[in-house]
């Protein structure tokens, strides 16, 4: 039995069922809750309604991607909200960007790779900000074709604590920028490159890319279908047909990576979390996917990746 770690303890791969590897369930940038400011889903209401949607067309589990260093991770609300819908929530730990008056990059910044790594292993095995609400992944960064140093620190940090933990890692990237970088890193530290992705490839629609991303064995988040002010999904639409016919269809997951208020029909915007399901994979099933690798997408290769694997 393979187990992945969710904020309400320890499950069968088996039971995430439908899954979007990269959300955000709340986030709140530096907005505390105010109205006017775009990167604030903070709202009790407002959450709860996506989640319990998201569970009513089918939803099994989120992959929530706020670390310590985002304003707005609060493990509590993630167990109630689980506890709730009976949505799956994985919880993760490492690190993203620097944020001005963030007391939590203050305190990473002032660690060395080593403190860095055993603060990692303490949130994936002890608990979160004084609870036992435990991480099951860890999510690390790079910029826009560059890395900070702290970014770097703890990139190597993630790839140690993954290889101590047997919980995987995934990356943000900049306009899918800097893949290859990343990857360097943390095989330099040994790490098994199947327990790393990358997410936000997509945004950097180069099949050559992707393709080159796969064959080192890590997995690639397609995270933009619905935000076609980027470019069409018939262009995501082909880069999957590509990748998929030449055997990588076991390393791609889908999702929205919706963390705007007007990404979400609850502020009054769209297309929000259900569009991928209700519109995306029914526009694969039509131009010619089986139903076979739409569920690798969004269950076979998530509950794969997302195990706990010593």
Same mark, same amino acid.
């Given at each position: 039995m393979s187990l992945v770690r969710t904020v309400l303890g320890d499950i069968d791969s088996k039971e995430l069922g439908f899954t979007m590897a990269h959300e955000h369930v709340f986030l709140d940038v530096g907005g505390?809750?105010?109205?006017?400011?775009?990167?604030?889903?903070?709202?009790?209401?407002?959450?709860?309604?996506? &989640?319990?949607k998201y569970k009513a067309i089918g939803g099994g $589990?989120? +992959?929530? /991607?706020?670390?310590?260093?985002?304003?707005?991770?609060?493990?509590?609300?993630?167990y109630t909200v689980s506890k709730q819908t009976g949505v799956n929530i994985v919880a993760c730990t490492g690190f993203v960007k620097s944020k001005?008056?963030?007391?939590?990059?203050?305190?990473?910044?002032?660690?060395?790779?080593?403190?860095?790594?055993?603060?990692? &292993?303490?949130?994936?095995?002890?608990?979160?900000?004084? $609870?036992? +609400?435990? /991480?099951?992944?860890?999510?690390?960064?790079?910029?826009?074709?560059?890395?900070?140093?702290?970014?770097?620190?703890a990139m190597r940090a993630g790839a140690r604590a993954s290889m101590i933990t047997g919980?995987?890692?995934?990356?943000?990237?900049?306009?899918?920028?800097?893949?290859?970088e990343q990857i360097e890193i943390v095989e330099s530290e040994g790490m098994d490159l199947t327990r790393f992705g990358i997410a936000h490839v997509d945004r950097n629609p180069d099949y050559w890319l992707h393709k080159k991303i796969c064959e080192k064995g890590c997995y690639i988040i397609y995270d933009g279908p619905g935000k076609?002010?980027?470019?069409?999904?018939?262009?995501?639409?082909?880069?999957?047909?590509?990748l998929v016919g030449d055997g990588y269809g076991k390393q791609i997951m889908l999702c929205n990576d919706m963390g705007k208020k007007s990404h979400h029909p609850q502020y009054g915007g769209g297309p929000g979390w259900n569009w991928?399901?209700?519109?995306?994979?029914?526009?694969?099933?039509?131009?010619?996917?089986?139903?076979?690798?739409?569920?690798?997408?969004?269950?076979?290769n998530p509950a794969r990746f997302y195990s706990l694997r010593k």
């Open positions: 505390h809750g105010n109205p006017d400011m775009e990167w604030s889903l903070w709202r009790w209401d407002e959450q709860l309604d996506m &989640v319990k $589990t989120l +992959i929530d /991607a706020n670390p310590m260093s985002y304003d707005g991770r609060d493990v509590a609300r993630l001005p008056n963030n007391e939590n990059c203050k305190a990473l910044s002032n660690m060395d790779v080593k403190q860095m790594t055993d603060f990692f &292993v303490s949130e994936i095995e002890n608990g979160i900000d004084g $609870t036992d +609400i435990k /991480a099951g992944w860890i999510k690390g960064a790079s910029m826009y074709h560059c890395i900070t140093d702290i970014q770097e620190k919980v995987p890692m995934h990356t943000h990237t900049e306009v899918g920028t800097y893949c290859f076609a002010k980027y470019y069409p999904d018939s262009m995501r639409v082909e880069l999957l047909r590509k991928l399901k209700e519109k995306f994979l029914p526009r694969l099933l039509d131009e010619g996917f089986s139903q076979e690798t739409i569920d690798d997408f969004m269950i076979n």
